[in-house]
């Protein structure tokens, strides 16, 4: 993806808001001005987290907002409208998302202590079996491209140059995943949506150890809170497959396999001819199936197979992740997990703790405290403690501050603590 220059970017940003009115009396969004717009389809209840496609598609659905911005909603409506009628005739969900991430180092090991990066993803959901029944079947994709801006670092890179071994601070917003069909598969649902499977080519953080705040579109960007650093990894797009399942009411098992040699950014299918994977199974619980995306405790094991060619040895490891609403605002969460080091993975134990407090329906207070063993010898232990807030200032665009202390980075030993501050955008259409 073409690199844009940090003016332009945000230029587009502003743009998309349109020109302001105020705020809503009634503290809501206005209605969408499709006519005839069908209630949601009932959400999924296992396989993939809030990164899975048509979970993110449903979550940034006409969410409510400080302001409304008429002159966008009018300039917008011919799009929402169509999209509606998509969605109501022929159970098609599309949506354009564009993430802009600019963060600020106090002190950096060597190079810039400036960044930029951006995501774009244009993304479809098309519920083609049984919509509207218990067992429906859907086919998913996701066009996806993630760089710096104008040439700057990237919030990864920055990151690294912060000394962080592996709590990175911008985790996600890397500079070198180019434009790629990232996700294309098909998704079966079964038993009123309790079970269902996935194959095709997958993003695998969407499905290995699924978790509420594992998404780019909540309160974090520090790696201990996005995704575990004792779990091993495999490129964006890999093939394999995904089955889950509820076993009653309250428990749920479920066993996937990706590629492991996928490559990020690469539409690149003969590396699953090397027949090297990386697996895992789990077991969750949760008090009953209509809580299963807030309230739960699930528990994953994994292995990576050794991939020759690289001269990466093979690993395993296990996590566990639980998370609780307590009343309408409020949901609590931990997360750790052990590895033996192998497979490439960033720590051999880190563990998490945090909230998410709905300040009001349209603002959120982020906080969490991280902890990591780095797995490259020789290194000490390193913390994180983050906080955001984020604003949804329009249907369609938030704004979230945020800012991460980093203590005792481990690639940074002559420093006891890196400030790294920061502001994301947020556009969905």
Do not use: C
């Amino acid at each position: 993806m073409r690199a844009l220059e940090p003016r332009t970017a945000l230029l587009l940003l502003s743009l998309s808001l349109g020109t302001t009115t105020g705020l809503a009396q009634d503290g809501s969004t206005q209605p969408s001005s499709a006519e005839g717009e069908q209630p949601r389809q009932a959400e999924e209840r296992v396989l993939g987290g809030p990164e899975e496609v048509s979970q993110n598609l449903e979550d940034l659905e006409e969410p409510e907002s400080i302001y409304r911005f008429e002159t966008l909603q009018r300039w917008g409506a011919p799009w929402f409208d169509w999209k509606a009628r998509m969605k109501a005739d022929h159970g098609l969900s599309l949506g354009f998302t564009y993430h802009v991430l600019y963060q600020h180092a106090s002190d950096v090991v060597s190079g810039d202590s400036d960044a930029w990066g951006q995501i774009f993803r244009f993304q479809g959901d098309w519920v083609a079996l049984g919509r509207g029944a218990g067992s429906p079947g859907r086919l998913e994709w996701r066009v996806e491209a993630r760089s710096d801006i104008g040439g700057s670092l990237s919030p990864s890179e920055l990151g690294g140059v912060t000394g962080a071994a592996a709590l990175n601070s911008g985790f996600g917003y890397s500079p070198d995943f180019d434009l790629d069909l990232a996700v294309l598969n098909w998704t079966q649902e079964f038993n009123d949506q309790t079970a269902g499977l996935a194959v095709g080519r997958l993003a695998f953080d969407v499905y290995l150890d699924a978790f509420l705040f594992q998404t780019f579109s909540r309160g974090f960007l520090n790696r201990a809170f996005l995704l575990n650093p004792t779990m091993a990894t495999t490129g964006i797009g890999a093939l394999g497959g995904v089955a889950k399942g509820f076993v009653g009411d309250n428990v749920w098992i479920g066993g996937q396999i990706h590629d492991a040699n996928a490559v990020t950014g690469e539409f690149d299918l003969d590396t699953v001819s090397e027949g090297e994977w990386l697996k895992a199974v789990e077991i969750g619980w949760t008090p009953s199936i209509d809580r299963y995306k807030t309230d739960r405790i699930q528990f994953t094991w994994w292995h990576k197979d050794e991939r020759e060619n690289a001269g990466v040895p093979d690993g395993q490891g296990w996590a566990v992740s639980a998370s609780w609403k307590l009343g309408e605002r409020l949901i609590p969460f931990t997360r750790f997990g052990h590895s033996d080091g192998g497979a490439g993975v960033a720590a051999e134990n880190a563990a998490s703790l945090g909230l998410e407090y709905a300040v009001r329906p349209d603002q959120a207070l982020s906080l969490g405290l991280g902890w990591a063993d780095p797995a490259a010898s020789g290194l000490d232990d390193e913390y994180v403690i983050e906080t955001s807030y984020k604003l949804q200032l329009s249907p369609n665009f938030s704004l979230m501050p945020d800012v991460q202390v980093l203590l005792d980075p481990a690639s940074n030993p002559t420093e006891d603590q890196v400030w790294v501050v920061g502001v994301r955008a947020l556009l969905s259409i």
